[in-house]
């Protein structure tokens, strides 16, 4: 199986944090981008953070500043740290490795 597996979503109120996590195949976890993208309900799908393969990070310019990304290469794991969580935050969220994409787990930000 090739496929990322997601978990660490739920629901959270205003202000509250959330760390998901992405176990990737080692076959694709080494040499390709890594990424988290959503997909908040009536909107489009959007990129959150990204680390290429040379650990160059980007971030969605909503999230900066409130989530960090990074990865644990002896455990072949990306992680989202997401800090004062706004309702907007949420969204279903999907992992990405190289073109390899997760189920999703799902993220409820609640006044």
């Known amino acids: 199986q090739v496929q990322p597996v997601e978990s660490g979503g739920g629901s959270v109120q205003v202000g509250g944090s959330l760390k998901l996590s992405c176990a990737v195949p080692?076959?694709?976890?080494?040499?390709?981008?890594l990424a988290w993208y959503r997909h908040p309900p009536g909107k489009a799908r959007e990129l959150v953070s990204r680390i290429n393969d040379l650990g160059h990070i980007s971030y969605l310019s909503s999230v900066k500043g409130r989530f960090t990304i990074s990865q644990d290469e002896s455990k072949n794991t990306l992680y989202l740290q997401m800090n004062s969580l706004k309702t907007e935050d949420t969204a279903v969220y999907y992992c990405v490795a190289c073109t390899e994409w997760g189920q999703g787990t799902q993220v409820t930000v609640s006044s």
């Open positions: 080692e076959s694709i976890f080494k040499g390709c981008a």
